[in-house]
Each structure stands twice: as C-alpha cells, then as structure tokens.
C-alpha cells in the first residue's frame, strides 16, 4: 500500500498542495519552519483521524481562513481516496471513496501508517499517557473495535465523573443514583476489559519483537515491556507464549472483567468520597525496562533512543504481520540522531515500505536512500520536485 498522491487545502502553511509520490522513497528537504514536518502530519492524519503532535484540529486550519481538508490517494494492494475535512467550528468528516463516514473511527484501518520523530523519546521519558497512546494507536489500526470502546468507555467516564461530583456538592445520593453508578461501573467494566485485554495482548507482542531488535542492536541487553493495568499491582499476564496461545482472548477479557468490577464496586465509597473516578484503563501504563531497572530512571540517552527505534520497529513488523500489507513509515527529522549501526537497521525495516523522509539536510540522509528517492524542496508551504 502506498499513497500515491495528496492533495491539501488550508493545512498549516499550505494553501493548495498537490503532489504525487513515488511508492518508494520520498525526502522532503529544506530549512527549519518551512512545511516538512507539516506533510507527514497531513499523512498521518489520514491514518488516524487527528494529528500525531500535541496540536488541536483548530491549530492545523491555515491562519485567516476557517476550515482545512486533506485528501490521499492510495495506490497498491489497495485503491482507495480518503479525504478528511475540519472546520472551526468544530465539524470534522471524513470520506473513503466518496462515501461519508457517519464515524471518524471508520477511517482507521484504511492507510496503516508508523510515525517515527523526535518526539518518540517521549514514549520511555513521559508519562503513562503517552505509551497508552502508542498502543492505541497501533490497536486501533488493527482492530477499529478498540476505537470505539475508547470512545464509549471515555464517555461512560465523563457520565460517572459527572455523576461523583453531584454526590459529593449535593450530598444528594438515595437509591436511584447509587443504582446509576452501579449502571456506569458495569458498563466501565466491560468496555475497560475489552481495551485492557488488547493492550495487554498487542503489549505482549511488540514486546516480544522489540526485545528482539533491541537485543540485535544493543549487543545483548534486555528489554521488557509489561502492561500494568490500575486495578491490579502486578502485570496482566497477558497470553504471549507459545503454550499460552490457546488462552481464548474472550475468556481472558472475562476475567478482567470481572476483576475490574470487584474493584470498583469494592472500593465505591472510596470514589465517592474522592468525587471522582480513581480505577480503570485510563490510569493504565506501560512498564519499559532494561536488564531489569526502569528504563526512564536508569537508562542513558543512547539506551533510550535504541530501545524507542526497537518499539517502533516491532511496531511496523506487528502491522505488517497481521494485515499482510506494509505500512507507510514517515520519518521527521531522525536520521539526525541515530548513528549508523541504527541506521541501518531502520533502512532494512523501511525496504518495501513507501517512505516519507523529512530532513533539514540532505547530507546527513545515507547514500543509499538518496539513490531511488523521489526528492522535494519545501520553502513556505510550497514544495518543488527537484
Ligand atoms: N495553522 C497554521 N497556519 C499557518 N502556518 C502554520 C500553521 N501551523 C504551523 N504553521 C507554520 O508551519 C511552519 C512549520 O512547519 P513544519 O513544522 O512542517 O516545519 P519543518 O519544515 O518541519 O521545520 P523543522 O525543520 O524546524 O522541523 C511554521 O512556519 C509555522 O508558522
Ligand atoms: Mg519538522
């Protein structure tokens, strides 16, 4: 799969972009503030439905005009146009073909993407927010399912949040309440279950690959990714091995289920007396650790950066192993910061990849990327093919 062209109307510095991209390598080349990050974000919104910076829909809208649209053309395995659209006032849309999504979850799926940038280091140095994002994000491409669970599960959250604050500003509780809360934990429970169980299982399995590449890159250190959900001290077991392969992920899901409401209804006045919700998925993390200590406290910048590329990497191998397609890599600005030992073991993930490459210098991209490459100058929001 590959994006063969892509059109922009008022997205960040671009008024009109219209380009048509080689199925092999593209670079996007020319100084800082010039557009290049902007058009892998564009691609990537695609992907995804929103943008992979820190950045609202309304940042992305071109100044002084009031709404953006994106359209990608797919070529390959699969032919298929997705045009999104954003407007400040709020309304987003999004077409596959023409036809209108009623729900912007539809669109995941369609262009399967990994993102690589600086910012990557974020994953090991911030907080649990950001490595719950990443599986997401990768889960939702797989299963639009997880999608949409998070939707209704941040939904019933903000209801029952809503629901504690009455509690505690009124006093007011009596049965009909205390019955809605037992309402809104079942239904926690069951959505909660279902998005723990895939982040533990797909944690299972990037940790499985990144341990690997990690392992080939470093020389031999460890490295171990455990999903720990709020609701239990420990790690889920989540079924990784081989003999744990016949775990139905349904009968998994159950137990977590179950779990998760014995908890909640357990620790209910607790909840109550905080006025608000203190249990569930959205306090989940991701626990990295290298030879056994925590990554983020213990490990040196070098550490860090090999073992986010080795994540990324599995990440591109778990999409690409479980749709038979190859995902489309964009790569901001990180050829900069590896050496060439990572180099190379990124350019051997990114053969029979489209690949999107942003750099502020040409010089510092490896010959053999510049070979075959489709190569453009960007200068304020415009790019030339050079
Ligand atoms: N909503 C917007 N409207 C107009 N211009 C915008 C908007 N958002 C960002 N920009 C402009 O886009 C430019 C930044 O684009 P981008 O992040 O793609 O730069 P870049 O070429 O990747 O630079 P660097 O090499 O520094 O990473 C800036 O000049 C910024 O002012
Ligand atoms: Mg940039």
Redesign the pocket.
């Known amino acids: 799969m590959f994006v063969k062209r892509l059109a922009l109307t008022n997205f960040?510095?671009y008024s009109t972009l219209d380009a048509e991209f080689s199925p092999g390598v593209n670079v996007f080349y020319?100084?800082?503030?010039?557009?290049?990050?902007?058009?892998i974000?564009a691609v990537f919104y695609c992907a995804i439905g929103r943008s992979f910076r820190y950045s609202k829909d309304n940042?992305?809208?071109?100044?002084g005009t009031d709404q953006f649209r994106i359209s990608a053309e797919l070529g390959g395995d699969i032919t298929e146009n997705i045009a999104v659209s954003f407007k400040e006032n709020g309304e987003k849309a999004a077409r596959v073909n023409g036809l209108y999504l009623r729900k912007l979850g539809h669109l995941m799926g369609s262009l399967l993407s990994v993102i690589f940038s600086p910012e990557d280091l974020d994953i090991v140095n911030e907080g649990p927010s950001v490595r719950r994002k990443m599986l997401d994000i990768v889960i939702s491409q797989l299963h639009p399912s997880h999608y949409f669970d998070l939707q209704q599960y941040n939904k019933t959250l903000a209801q029952k949040n809503f629901l504690l604050r009455d509690y505690g500003r009124t006093g007011a509780s009596g049965d009909s309440a205390d019955a809605l809360l037992d309402v809104y934990n079942e239904q926690l429970a069951a959505f909660g279950a279902s998005i723990a169980e895939k982040r533990a299982r797909f944690c299972a399995e990037l940790e499985r690959l990144a341990a690997e590449k990690n392992g080939q890159i470093s020389g031999g250190e460890e490295l171990t990714m455990k999903y720990v959900p709020n609701f239990r001290a420990a790690a889920i077991d989540a079924p990784e091995t081989a003999e744990a392969k016949d775990i139905d992920p349904a009968e998994f899901q159950n137990a977590i289920k179950s779990e998760f409401l014995e908890l909640l209804s357990a620790r209910k006045s607790r909840e109550i007396e905080r006025q608000h919700s203190l249990y569930g998925p959205q306090n989940d993390d991701v626990q990295i650790e290298l030879n056994g200590m925590e990554l983020r406290r213990f490990g040196s910048q070098g550490q860090k950066r090999t073992a986010v590329l080795s994540i990324k990497l599995a990440q591109i191998m778990l999409l690409h192993r479980k749709t038979g397609r190859s995902p489309v890599l964009l790569l901001?600005?990180v050829f900069s910061e590896l050496d060439e030992k990572r180099s190379e073991m990124l350019l051997d993930s990114v053969a029979g990849c489209q690949t999107f490459i942003?750099t502020?210098s040409l010089g510092e991209l490896p010959g053999s990327v510049k070979r075959d490459a489709k190569i453009f100058f960007?200068k304020s929001?415009e790019i030339q093919l050079i």
């Open positions: 960040r510095n020319g100084d800082n503030g010039q557009g290049k990050t902007n058009i974000e940042d992305l809208i071109k100044t901001d600005d942003t502020a960007v929001g």
